[in-house]
DNA sequence: GTCCAGGTCTTCC
DNA sequence: GGAAGACATGGA
């Protein structure tokens, strides 16, 4: 995987208005923005930020290189907030973000990023051996996003035995085809990521079309189920990481691994650690490189070996393995 | 042409 | 409870 260096990307000016300034990060302190600033362009100081390997680590399908930045379309919580174009830079100065519309208030944009979290104590608190140290030390600045809970059970719901570059085409579209348009430089063409609602209202026949296959009824009756508030997805962030698991685990198509993966990228449980194929690999040859643990004894293990922080040691290990250990 | 992909579900023992 | 096969599709 290619990382950003500081000094490829061309610190460009925006041509509309003065850009903000967001001072974030380790050490600094977010600046609240009052509408009065409403603005299309600011930059969000950060430090240790990879976010070339952040935003094509497998946690979020929308993302893409184009034009000097990575281009994708952020949305909001149970359909409570808008979704926005964005254009995304990392610079020496830290993430210039660019909106097709003014914007008055980011912080749709720095939780989304978490632009705010200081890395260090959660890197410090990983288990202190030599595959930690390897999978740090390949991908230093890689970040856990934090996105709308429908959007990530939806993706991951795509997920199953697809390659990554696979699950963006048929994420990509669905949205095309079933999204609302969303406001973008040049009248070029994006969309919303579908709400449930819409995707409730779809046929089993339409959603194959978008050539998911086998996942489309899952995707289909898991709509319906959330649409007709039979899942209110919006509580699951007030319920204990078990609890919100065996909730999502009631949907069709949503087994413990989907259902880890959005408690992790959507809500933010930071002792979750989903084990999919590749961390499979990853822990099975970095830690039992003579034996061959069973899933269920890979699941115990990393339960109690990477500690508080398990979410982010399972991040940089899944990217680890997938980047520098095929 | 074959293998495999950020799995889940059903069936069978 | 655990193993095996089915399920669509396309990249490598």
Redesign the pocket.
């Given at each position: 995987m290619k990382k950003n260096n500081l000094n490829l990307l061309p610190d460009s000016q925006s041509t509309v208005g003065n850009p903000q300034w967001i001072a974030a990060g380790p050490g600094c302190v977010m600046v609240d923005h009052e509408p009065a600033s409403a603005s299309q362009s600011i930059t969000i100081a950060v430090r240790h930020y990879d976010l070339a390997a952040t935003l094509t680590?497998?946690?979020a399908f929308r993302w893409s290189w184009r034009d000097n930045g990575w281009i994708g379309v952020i949305g909001g919580s149970a359909g409570a907030e808008r979704s926005r174009w964005v254009r995304l830079q990392l610079d020496e100065t830290g993430i210039r973000a660019e909106t097709a519309e003014p914007v008055s208030d980011w912080r749709w944009l720095t939780h989304y990023l978490q632009t705010d979290l200081e890395l260090d104590p959660i890197l410090s608190a990983f288990p202190d051996d030599e595959p930690m140290r390897a999978a740090v030390n390949s991908c230093a600045g890689l970040r856990l996003l934090r996105q709308p809970p429908w959007e990530c059970l939806a993706s991951?719901i795509l997920?199953?035995?697809?390659?990554?570059?696979?699950?963006r085409?048929i994420v990509a579209l669905l949205c095309e085809r079933f999204g609302e348009p969303v406001p973008a430089p040049d009248h070029s063409a994006f969309h919303s990521f579908p709400s449930p609602e819409r995707l409730a209202r779809a046929t089993e026949a339409e959603l194959?079309a978008c050539?998911?296959?086998?996942r489309?009824?899952?995707l289909l009756a898991t709509a319906q189920a959330v649409a007709d508030g039979n899942l209110h997805l919006e509580s699951l962030r007030q319920k204990p990481a078990e609890l919100a698991r065996a909730e999502l685990?009631q949907?069709?198509?949503?087994?413990?691994?989907?259902?880890d993966?959005v408690l992790l990228?959507a809500y933010g449980f930071p002792e979750v650690f989903?084990?999919?194929?590749?961390?499979t690999?990853a822990l099975r040859r970095l830690y039992f490189p003579r034996r061959r643990p069973?899933l269920?004894q890979l699941r115990r293990f990393s339960e109690t070996h990477f500690g508080a922080h398990a979410g982010y040691a399972?991040?940089y290990l899944?990217h680890y393995v997938?980047t520098k250990l095929k």
């Open positions: 680590s497998g946690q991951f997920s199953s035995t697809k390659q990554i570059v696979q699950i085409q194959r050539k998911m296959g086998f489309a009824p899952y685990m949907l069709p198509g949503v087994g413990r691994k989907i259902a993966c990228f989903p084990v999919d194929v590749w961390v690999k069973k269920k399972q991040q899944f997938r």
